[in-house]
Protein backbone atom coordinates (compact mmCIF):
# COMPACT_ATOMS: atom_id res chain seq x y z
CA UNK A 1 0.00 0.00 0.00
CA UNK A 2 1.66 3.27 -1.04
CA UNK A 3 1.24 6.49 1.22
CA UNK A 4 -1.02 9.10 -0.24
CA UNK A 5 0.56 11.81 -1.84
CA UNK A 6 1.29 15.19 0.18
CA UNK A 7 -0.44 18.25 -0.94
CA UNK A 8 1.49 20.93 -2.16
CA UNK A 9 2.65 23.67 0.21
CA UNK A 10 0.83 26.81 1.09
CA UNK A 11 1.69 30.33 3.17
CA UNK A 12 -0.35 28.20 5.93
CA UNK A 13 1.70 25.12 5.86
CA UNK A 14 4.90 25.25 3.76
CA UNK A 15 5.81 21.71 4.45
CA UNK A 16 2.56 20.78 2.58
CA UNK A 17 0.47 18.40 4.67
CA UNK A 18 0.17 15.08 5.50
CA UNK A 19 -2.19 12.34 4.27
CA UNK A 20 -5.23 13.37 4.06
CA UNK A 21 -8.07 12.21 6.54
CA UNK A 22 -11.07 10.49 5.87
CA UNK A 23 -13.85 12.43 5.11
CA UNK A 24 -16.88 12.46 7.55
CA UNK A 25 -20.22 11.28 6.09
CA UNK A 26 -23.51 12.13 7.03
CA UNK A 27 -25.70 9.44 8.76
CA UNK A 28 -29.47 8.88 9.24
CA UNK A 29 -31.13 12.83 10.11
CA UNK A 30 -28.19 14.23 10.19
CA UNK A 31 -28.43 18.30 8.40
CA UNK A 32 -25.92 18.94 5.99
CA UNK A 33 -25.44 22.43 5.21
CA UNK A 34 -22.83 24.35 2.68
CA UNK A 35 -20.45 26.56 4.17
CA UNK A 36 -20.20 30.15 3.29
CA UNK A 37 -16.82 30.79 1.51
CA UNK A 38 -16.03 33.38 4.84
CA UNK A 39 -16.93 30.76 7.10
CA UNK A 40 -14.83 27.82 5.30
CA UNK A 41 -11.66 30.23 4.65
CA UNK A 42 -12.22 31.07 8.25
CA UNK A 43 -12.06 26.98 8.77
CA UNK A 44 -8.85 26.53 6.63
CA UNK A 45 -7.12 29.61 8.57
CA UNK A 46 -8.15 27.45 11.84
CA UNK A 47 -6.26 24.17 10.53
CA UNK A 48 -3.24 26.10 9.84
CA UNK A 49 -3.36 27.79 13.22
CA UNK A 50 -3.79 24.50 14.97
CA UNK A 51 -0.52 23.42 13.32
CA UNK A 52 1.32 25.96 13.77
CA UNK A 53 0.50 27.11 17.21
CA UNK A 54 0.87 26.62 20.82
CA UNK A 55 -1.91 24.43 22.18
CA UNK A 56 -3.66 25.05 25.05
CA UNK A 57 -5.84 22.54 27.83
CA UNK A 58 -8.90 24.06 30.24
CA UNK A 59 -9.22 22.47 33.45
CA UNK A 60 -12.60 22.99 34.79
CA UNK A 61 -13.28 21.50 38.48
CA UNK A 62 -16.21 20.01 39.23
CA UNK A 63 -18.22 19.32 42.47
CA UNK A 64 -19.16 15.84 42.22
CA UNK A 65 -20.81 15.94 45.81
CA UNK A 66 -24.34 15.33 44.20
CA UNK A 67 -23.58 12.54 42.04
CA UNK A 68 -21.74 11.06 44.61
CA UNK A 69 -24.87 10.64 47.48
CA UNK A 70 -26.70 9.35 43.97
CA UNK A 71 -24.64 6.89 43.04
CA UNK A 72 -24.06 5.40 46.71
CA UNK A 73 -27.85 4.98 47.07
CA UNK A 74 -28.03 3.41 44.11
CA UNK A 75 -24.74 1.43 44.60
CA UNK A 76 -26.10 -1.52 45.42
CA UNK A 77 -29.08 -1.58 43.34
CA UNK A 78 -26.68 -1.71 40.57
CA UNK A 79 -24.50 -4.37 41.50
CA UNK A 80 -27.84 -6.61 41.82
CA UNK A 81 -28.53 -6.35 38.65
CA UNK A 82 -25.99 -5.87 36.80
CA UNK A 83 -23.23 -7.68 39.34
CA UNK A 84 -20.83 -4.56 38.52
CA UNK A 85 -19.78 -1.72 40.61
CA UNK A 86 -21.60 1.64 39.77
CA UNK A 87 -18.72 4.58 38.57
CA UNK A 88 -18.91 7.87 37.72
CA UNK A 89 -18.70 7.15 33.97
CA UNK A 90 -22.36 6.93 33.51
CA UNK A 91 -22.69 10.53 35.48
CA UNK A 92 -20.66 12.26 33.30
CA UNK A 93 -21.21 10.59 29.82
CA UNK A 94 -25.02 11.41 30.72
CA UNK A 95 -24.26 14.99 32.06
CA UNK A 96 -22.20 15.54 28.43
CA UNK A 97 -24.67 13.93 26.08
CA UNK A 98 -27.60 16.65 27.64
CA UNK A 99 -24.64 19.17 26.93
CA UNK A 100 -24.53 18.31 23.15
CA UNK A 101 -28.33 18.53 23.08
CA UNK A 102 -28.14 21.84 24.64
CA UNK A 103 -25.28 22.57 22.38
CA UNK A 104 -25.74 20.93 19.16
CA UNK A 105 -23.26 22.68 17.19
CA UNK A 106 -20.85 21.01 19.37
CA UNK A 107 -21.56 17.54 17.58
CA UNK A 108 -20.93 18.92 14.28
CA UNK A 109 -18.44 17.52 11.94
CA UNK A 110 -16.66 19.21 8.91
CA UNK A 111 -16.47 17.28 5.29
CA UNK A 112 -14.98 19.44 2.83
CA UNK A 113 -17.26 22.43 2.46
CA UNK A 114 -20.18 21.26 4.42
CA UNK A 115 -21.11 21.09 8.26
CA UNK A 116 -22.73 18.49 9.45
CA UNK A 117 -24.52 18.48 12.25
CA UNK A 118 -24.80 15.35 13.82
CA UNK A 119 -28.49 14.13 15.50
CA UNK A 120 -26.98 11.17 16.86
CA UNK A 121 -24.42 10.76 19.90
CA UNK A 122 -21.61 8.43 19.79
CA UNK A 123 -19.72 8.70 23.00
CA UNK A 124 -16.50 6.37 22.83
CA UNK A 125 -14.27 5.61 25.92
CA UNK A 126 -11.20 4.25 26.89
CA UNK A 127 -10.46 2.15 30.03
CA UNK A 128 -7.41 1.20 31.19
CA UNK A 129 -7.31 -2.72 31.94
CA UNK A 130 -5.12 -3.87 34.90
CA UNK A 131 -4.75 -7.19 33.03
CA UNK A 132 -6.42 -9.92 34.90
Keep these: MTPAPLASPSMHAPGGVGPALPVPEAWPGDVVEPMTKMRQLISDHMVASRRTSAHVTSVFEVDL ?32 VEGLKTFPVLNASVAGSNVIYRKQYNIGIAVASNGG
Design 65 to 96: TRVARIRAKKQAEFAATSGQRLSYLPFIIRAA
